[in-house]
């Protein structure tokens, strides 16, 4: 167990210098200093956090080059909810912030799908627009998202038609500008990455609330 926290720690480390957004490079004695280790023992976190998927390295003349996986940024993540769980006095809502983009263009076609629109009819208890608000998270709220997998969601099932199986999913009720509801729809499946989230709502979200790409909006999940 100590070795394991102290990868982890090895690992914030290299976070701190960069490594979750792109390329660190450094020595093991110099990556010694910043752990207060013999440079030994920096060279075996290295190998370890390796070996275990959580970065990626490429040694030449220059210094080892580091870079924090997608693995490796999970176990952070995780690290972060849990501090802001101890830190953070407990609240039954969270704040996600971003700025609109355009989608890949099928929210309209999934919510008309009547498999799903019967379900976010019932469930939501409202009549979804033939579309959706795609938003990228900016910022602490790409860590925040997953503070979704803490609350119970919506489930929306899966189902088959014309011999072609859907995925199901999770919605979580959100309030937008001037109260607007909607909900954020999680897919089993999705083409999206972690930091973009799609809202569902009764209203055409962009000309109800004045938005266009680029526009910066917080969603409150409820």
Known sequence: MVGV???ISALKKLALLGGIDGIVTLSSPEFAEH??????????????????????????????????????????????????????RPSTHIELTGKVI????????????????????????????????NIKLEGESVGCRTMLNLKDGIIIDGFNSKNRTFGG?????VKLGNGTKGAIMIPERTHYPEDI??????????????????????????
Do not use: W
């Open 5 to 7: 926290m102290e990868n």
């Open 35 to 88: 752990i207060s280790s013999s440079p030994q023992t920096a060279s075996r976190r290295l190998q370890a956090l390796e070996q275990s998927g959580y970065i990626t390295r490429k040694i030449e003349p220059s210094g080892q080059k580091v870079m924090i996986t997608k693995q490796g940024r999970k176990v952070l993540e995780t690290e972060y909810m849990e501090y802001r769980r101890i830190f953070t």
């Open 102 to 133: 355009t989608g890949l263009g099928e929210g309209q076609y999934y919510t008309t799908l009547k498999g799903y629109h019967d379900q976010f009819v019932r469930l939501l208890e409202f009549e979804p627009y033939p579309g959706t608000l």
């Open 169 to 173: 999913g999770r919605c979580y009720l």
């Open 197 to 222: 989230i799609e809202i569902i709502s009764p209203d055409n979200l962009r000309e109800k609330l004045e938005l266009k790409d680029g526009s910066k909006i917080t969603v409150l999940v409820e």
